[in-house]
Antibody, heavy 121, light 110 residues
């Protein structure tokens, strides 16, 4: 059974940093691309970033480029999202998702339960 | 601002059918597979349809998907109260090199 468990969310001041983690199990982690998708309170889904399963090539949404860094540790079956220079509009539930294939253009097929990030002074 | 447009809401009585449209462009829907997600209140999204019209194991055949040109459609037949949720379409956008999601549609069972 595929399981994705996010952690690392919390309250942070504007301009601060946070690192999210996603522990994966139930599948061969290195064989699949992984994604982060966020959802601001009362809003829709917004793709944040994806990383391929082969060469760990990252892709980012424009609003987070230069501030967020996605990475993965295939030996630990863990996905990360390093978030720097956080802004109020980064406040959201952040979901970790497994993609259907090794390439980032594949669709997310399993989602974690999400972790809430609140950026506020 | 999403590049995929969905109606904000649709509704129907129990047992009836609803359809949800997802409008995009040649850089996304027109040249890539579409997937659909169901998000029940307070929960994570769940994959309903992938590759335009395929259902993952465990998804009832009351849910169907189709694609034509730069638009896609999700259909739900035999509507049940448990289908009340937000539904999102998604695909890859070749111009943006980004995954894009629709604006979301709230389904209400009257």
């Amino acid at each position: 059974e595929v399981q994705l468990v996010e952690s690392g969310g919390g309250l942070v001041q504007p301009g601060g940093s946070l690192r999210l983690s996603c522990a994966a199990s139930g599948f061969t982690f290195s064989s699949y691309a992984m994604s982060w998708v966020r959802q601001a309170p009362g809003k829709g889904l917004e793709w944040v970033s994806s990383i391929s399963g082969s060469d760990s090539s990252p892709h980012y949404a424009d609003p987070v480029k230069g501030r967020f860094t996605i990475s993965r540790d295939n030996s630990k079956n863990t996905l990360y999202l390093q978030m720097n220079s956080l802004r109020a509009d980064d406040t959201a539930v952040y979901y970790c998702a497994k993609n259907d294939l090794v390439v980032v253009a594949s669709h997310p097929d399993y989602w974690g339960q999400g972790t809430l990030v609140t950026v506020s002074s | 601002q999403s590049v995929l447009t969905q109606p904000p809401s649709v509704s129907a009585a129990p047992g009836q059918k609803v359809t949800i449209s997802c409008s995009g462009s040649s850089s996304n829907i027109g040249n890539n597979y579409v997937s659909w997600y169901q998000q029940l209140p307070g929960t994570a999204p769940k994959l309903l349809i992938y590759e335009n019209n395929k259902r993952p194991s465990g998804i009832p055949d009351r849910f169907s998907g189709s694609k034509s040109g730069t638009s896609a459609t999700l259909g739900i037949t035999g509507l049940q109260t448990g289908d009340e949720a937000d539904y999102y379409c998604g695909t890859w956008d070749n111009s943006l090199s980004a995954r894009v999601f629709g604006t979301g549609t709230k389904v209400t069972v009257l």
